[in-house]
């Protein structure tokens, strides 16, 4: 029951707010908006406007329009009559008919003077229908008028000019007592019990506390929960436990004598025992959804909930599961059981990227609005049999590996690698073991191309489109600068703490590669040679991001850049649903002193990166791993000459090969496999092993299969290890030969001299040396760098450095009597090759 709506014909945020907590706010046409910061609106036409301007409004979220006759005449029947209110006045009043009365949901008549006297015969007239009544005196009603026509079942509309959130003046009513004005407490104290509801948990009763009239207009004018304690006067909620409220709504019950407000409760919860409601906990799916943001940041490490969140793949393929298990189910029973299973595994989804119940429930609230539906057509994929679809998705599709599909596992099967022995493979299988996965980087460029060329021919607009679609982050501007906000880099201590020490290590072993001092060589009397270093200007950084937080890859590109003193160091990751990059990754970018952060990701931030738009700067040289289709986009344009651009180097899956003799710990050696299994089902997994005896190689094989079932990834590492390889070998030599042809990205070495093979690795991205120095402390803190080439690259590639921001320049001085010296060889050199101008330049100051 509302006591007036607010006509809205002037601006001001808090004053539009505070009515917005109470009711509808009415906007003119004139004004009509797209997305008005109301909980509920309704647009008013007072001259016909076009039938398909009116579905628009409908549409774009107003809950109800007020049209002149005319244009009700034309919306009956093509527009519900609960969206319809019908703009009167006393000329047009007698021209209504039965079809016009039935046709809409409420009337809105303008008059004079807002008062009673003529409500009688209206209410009779339009029975069953909402009256409200449009004053166009000057001055605003009295309290007074606003309660009798309240108790005559009508509602005043107040021009937002003629209200105001101080008291009660002449010109101007306070939209508090406007909003009190019908209301009766039928207690001694006067008091309004009132009932606080979760805005966010469904509705879900909060608690039952007391109104008075100034804590029901202080909440109104601060949109914070503000009652009235019997005992302690007035009660600001969470003034004290922190655990407050943004009031989204306040209401008043049918007979005008009690109050519900809906909030969204922050902190511990509303009761003072710290539980979310003093009637118990919650329940259902509001309970649901509680646990799930509490396991979100808590899981417990190898829970099923934990590795629903950390594992995508999986809590898709449970999605699927459930959906076809619910289409299958026959009985009421089956129904209801494989229905909640959707709802949990659907919730765990959304609850993964950002999305609450409440959220939810206000998309389907803007869709009941709309007032055009969609066909309601099923994809075509979807209208095949759920049998067929079934033994299609068995099958694999033209032209697809059998491998590319994912059958179902017999849990019971060890989890193991293919053994094979060295000395039993001719060449030709020998070639095989060193081949990784044909990359058809072919086929990625021509799919990341459009994508590239998009961002390149339109810049920004293009990029912000693009993370809207992929990364589902609506954004107006893709660049962020500094100074970064502190508390887009809050963290927790332990994470900063983490965070700080890997930067010291990382930061020193960096600094140390730095070319600091020019190389000056006098290659004979009078000739001296000499080579600098110069940072390279504009670097990108790219860290992966999504549902993955990696401050180690923007700690790891970051630091070589600021130490080689690049002038320009933009970090592209991207965006979270809502728009943010994770306080972790931004926190790294203010200790690398990043000039920018480009919040997108894939071929669309390489693209913007590499020719730059109007407002994401152009890079130099592009670093960072990512997927294929990152992969893909840098290939792309480091081979385009309009880009002039390069980039780190090419990169494939993780890899890892252990070297392991008898003095191996098999719990290490597992433990270190394992590592890099759980990358990617294309993870590639290599263990030699240097006659070591049966039992020793069973122990490990048996460590593998226990690690690996109490790790939240097993379903991802169960394919990895499956195409992983164990080599055994008789000799230390053989496995270092091997090794070196494989050229792996991470090389362990689990012997017993470890110290002294090093010496004997020729190609390796990086090695870590004995049973104590797992790879996990290379991809975070003791200070060597994580990005590193894969797919063999290591024969030719180093990984990425402090030189590789920087690039080398050499220059000469010649005295002249070094020309004289010098002189005569170069003159013979180039006339040797044709080039007598290159002669002439030094005959020319020989001659003096």
Excluded at 672 to 697: F, K, M, P, Y
């Amino acid at each position: 029951m509302y006591s007036f709506l607010s006509l809205q014909d002037t601006l001001g945020d808090e004053l539009l707010a505070a009515v917005g907590r109470i009711g509808p706010i009415i906007v003119p046409e004139a004004t009509a908006p797209e997305d008005f910061p109301s909980t509920s609106y309704y647009i008013l036409a007072e001259t016909p406007p076009k039938i398909d301007a009116v579905i628009s409004w409908l549409n774009n979220g107003a809950d109800r329009v007020i049209l002149p006759l005319r244009s009700i005449k034309e919306c009956i029947e093509l527009i519900p009559k609960e969206k319809l209110i019908l703009l009167l006045d006393s000329v047009t009043l007698s021209a209504i008919t039965e079809t016009i009365r039935s046709g809409v949901s409420g009337i809105m008549l303008q008059t004079t003077r807002a008062n009673s006297e003529f409500l009688s015969p209206l209410k009779k007239f339009f029975s069953g229908l909402d009256i409200f009544v449009h004053s166009s005196a000057a001055e605003p009603p009295a309290p007074a008028a606003v309660r009798e026509l309240c108790k005559n079942s009508a509602t005043i509309v107040i021009p937002t000019s003629q209200l105001t959130l101080s008291a009660s003046t002449e010109t101007a009513l306070s939209v508090g007592d406007a909003f009190l004005a019908p209301m009766d407490s039928d207690r001694p104290d006067g008091l309004f019990p009132t009932i606080v509801s979760s805005y966010n948990q469904g509705g879900k009763s909060l608690g039952l506390v007391y109104s008075s009239a100034e804590s029901v207009r202080e909440t109104i004018i601060t949109g914070r929960g503000v009652y009235q304690s019997r005992g302690r006067g007035l009660w600001r909620k969470g003034e004290t436990s922190g655990a407050t409220q943004t009031v989204v709504s306040i209401r008043a019950d049918c007979d005008q004598d009690a109050l519900e407000i809906s909030v969204i409760q922050h902190g511990s919860g509303f009761c003072h025992l710290g539980t979310a409601s003093c009637f118990g906990e919650l329940r259902g799916l509001a309970a649901l959804e509680a646990t799930l943001l509490s396991r979100k940041e808590t899981a417990v490490p190898g829970s099923y909930t934990r590795r629903l969140f950390k594992e995508p793949e999986l809590l898709a393929a449970k999605i699927r599961e459930e959906a076809e298990e619910l289409i299958e189910a026959k009985s009421r029973e089956e129904v209801k059981f494989e229905a909640a299973d959707l709802l949990y595994f659907a919730l765990t989804y959304c609850i993964a990227r950002d999305v609450g119940l409440a959220d939810i429930e206000r998309v389907l609230d803007e869709k009941a609005k709309k007032v055009t539906r969609r066909p309601g057509n099923a994809k075509s994929q979807f209208l095949t049999p759920l049998t067929s679809r079934i033994v299609s998705a068995s099958k694999p599709s033209s032209g697809e590996s059998p491998s590319s599909t994912r059958p179902s596992v017999d849990p019971s099967v060890p989890i193991s690698m293919r053994s094979f022995v060295l000395n039993q493979l001719d060449s030709n299988q020998r070639i095989q073991l060193l081949r990784r996965p044909v990359l058809k980087s072919d086929e990625m460029i021509a799919k990341v191309k459009p994508i590239v060329d998009d961002v390149r021919h339109r810049g920004d607009a293009a990029l912000i489109e693009l993370t809207n679609k992929f990364d589902k982050a609506q954004l107006s501007s893709t660049i962020v600068r500094p100074p970064y906000a502190p508390d887009s880099m809050a963290l927790p201590l332990d994470v900063k703490d983490a965070i700080d020490l890997a930067y010291r290590n990382i930061r020193l072993f960096h600094d140390a590669q730095a070319t600091k001092v020019p190389m000056v060589v006098e290659t004979m009397p009078g000739v001296v040679c000499s080579r600098f270093s110069r940072p390279i200007a504009r670097v990108g950084l790219y860290v992966p991001g999504g549902t993955a937080i990696l401050p180690s890859t923007a700690l790891m590109l970051g630091i070589p850049a600021q130490v080689a003193g690049c002038k320009e160091i933009v970090l592209a990751t991207p965006p979270r649903p809502d728009g943010s990059i994770s306080p972790e990754v931004m926190y790294v970018a203010h200790l690398v002193g990043a000039s920018a952060i480009l919040t997108a990701g894939g071929a669309q931030a390489v693209a913007a990166l590499a020719y730059g738009t109007e407002t994401v700067p152009k890079v130099d040289k592009i670093f960072g791993p990512g997927n294929q289709w990152v992969t893909a986009a840098k290939m792309m344009v480091q081979n385009d000459t309009d880009a002039l651009v390069s980039i780190d180097m090419p990169a494939g899956p993780s890899e890892v090969l252990v070297i392991t003799d008898s003095t191996g710990n098999p719990r290490f050696i597992a433990a270190d496999l394992l590592s890099q299994a759980e990358h990617g089902v294309d993870s590639q997994v290599v263990l030699i092993a240097v006659n070591i005896t049966d039992e020793h190689l069973s122990a490990i094989k048996h460590e593998i299969d226990v690690q690996a079932r109490a790790l939240p990834r097993v379903d991802i590492i169960r394919e990895s290890i499956a195409k992983s390889i164990i080599v055994s070998t008789n000799s230390l030599e053989q496995a270092i030969e091997f090794s070196n042809d494989y050229a792996p990205e991470h090389l362990i070495l689990h012997l017993e001299n470890a110290p002294d093979v090093v010496n004997k690795i020729d190609n390796a991205g990086s090695v870590f040396v004995g049973g104590f120095t797992p790879e996990s402390c290379g991809d975070y803190a003791s200070g060597t760098n994580h990005t590193l080439p894969t797919n063999g690259y290591a024969r030719q590639f180093s990984g990425v450095n402090t030189q590789s921001f920087q690039k080398h320049i050499t220059s000469q001085e010649i005295s002249q009597a070094g020309l004289t010296a010098l002189g005569p060889a170069v003159i013979t050199l180039a006339e040797c090759e044709g080039l007598s101008a290159h002669a002439n330049a030094v005959r020319v100051r020989l001659e003096g």
